[in-house]
């Protein structure tokens, strides 16, 4: 059973940083690109980061390339999302994703709120 748990989220002011960390289980976790998306409210779901298996690229969003980076950790079965000089409009749900054939899986999502 593929699972996808999130940590790290919270209250920042503008400016500060945030690490999310998504522990999985149930997948071979070294052989797959591993996503984060973010949805604001009333907005659509978006793709911010992925990290394929070694060998490949990472991709950001255009609006977040310079202050985030997506990092793996294959020992530990886990994915991280380190933002950095976070703005406002950086306020979402984020999530986790792995793509496995057809199926899409989602962890819970863990909220980030940039205020003053």
């Known amino acids: 059973q593929v699972q996808l748990v999130e940590s790290g989220g919270g209250l920042v002011q503008p400016g500060g940083s945030l690490r999310l960390s998504c522990a999985t289980s149930?997948?071979?976790?070294?052989?797959?690109?591993m996503n984060w998306y973010r949805q604001a409210p009333g907005k659509e779901r978006e793709l911010v980061a992925s990290?394929?298996?070694?060998?490949?690229?990472?991709n950001y969003a255009d609006s977040v390339k310079g202050r985030f980076t997506i990092s793996r950790d294959n020992a530990k079965n886990t994915v991280y999302l380190q933002m950095n000089s976070l703005k406002p409009e950086d306020t979402a749900v984020y999530y986790c994703?792995?793509?496995?054939?057809?199926?899409?899986?989602w962890g819970q999502g863990t909220q980030v709120t940039v205020s003053s």
């Open positions: 990290i394929p298996s070694p060998g490949g690229t990472t």
């Open positions: 994703n792995v793509r496995i054939n057809i199926y899409h899986y």
């Open positions: 149930g997948f071979a976790f070294r052989s797959y690109t």
